[in-house]
């Protein structure tokens, strides 16, 4: 079936880095998803891209739909603490099962101690 | 607001019982999603609806049933059949069955079994 790897898988950071992370799928996908899961709480959506090449900003957030339509990957800049969290990426090719939107596995985001 | 509403948020249950995990979404949407998370594996779709009395199995439905009697409701139950039913599940929905839409998500139901 469709794969969706994401990575890295964790990452630590520290109170005004950049951050990056990405995904890449084994197949062509329609729609890119980005989004945050605090703990013990539902997925929250952060930015949604719908076209090859699209380029999308939400405050310090920036995500991009590769123009493959293969992968996409999520920039945090100036990371602050309450973007601690697990980021998700999901996508979409609408070929397949209604319903059937794949998620990748995340990206936990922890603080340096 | 509008919004999916998830209940229990933590629920215990003993080897042997069923229990039903309740989902209801006030955002009109026409379709609905029960995922489940376990650590480190992402999300798996157990059961979706696109419409009231419809239903379709995901990558992981077996052990599991639901029903789709009202737009707004969706309930998972959780059967003594599933081999390893401890994990986070999460009800989503969205306007349209995902395509270009996307899924609105609850805040989750802990199960454990003991």
């Known amino acids: 079936g469709q794969q969706l790897n994401q990575s890295p898988q964790s990452m630590f950071i520290q109170e005004g880095e950049d951050v990056s992370m990405n995904c890449t799928s084994s197949?062509?996908?329609?729609?890119w998803l980005w989004y945050k899961q605090d703990p013990g709480e539902g997925p929250v959506l952060l930015i949604a891209l719908y076209k090859a090449g699209e380029l999308t900003s939400n405050g310090r957030l920036t995500a991009q739909f590769g123009i493959t339509r293969k992968d996409s990957f999520l920039n945090i800049s100036a990371s602050i603490p309450s973007d601690v969290g697990i980021y998700f990426c999901?996508?979409?090719?609408?070929?397949?099962?209604?319903?059937?939107?794949?998620f990748g596995k995340g990206t936990k985001l922890s603080v340096k101690p | 607001d509008g919004g999916i509403t998830q209940s229990p948020k933590y629920l215990f249950r003993k080897e042997g019982q069923n229990v039903t995990l309740s989902c209801e979404q006030n955002l009109n949407h026409d379709a609905m999603y029960w995922y489940r998370q376990d650590p480190g594996q992402g999300l798996r779709l157990i059961y979706y609806?696109?419409?009231?009395?419809?239903?379709q199995k995901g990558d992981i439905a077996e052990g599991y049933s639901v029903s789709r009697e009202k737009k707004e409701s969706f309930p998972l139950t959780v059967t003594s059949a599933q081999k390893n039913p401890t994990a986070f599940y999460l009800c989503?929905?969205?306007?349209?069955?995902?395509?270009?839409?996307?899924?609105?998500f609850g805040a989750g139901s802990r199960l454990t079994v003991l």
């Open positions: 999901a996508g979409n090719n609408y070929g397949g099962s209604q319903g059937n939107l794949i």
């Open positions: 609806s696109q419409i009231v009395n419809d239903f």
């Open positions: 989503a929905s969205s306007i349209i069955p995902s395509g270009a839409n996307v899924l609105t």
């Open positions: 197949s062509i996908f329609n729609t």
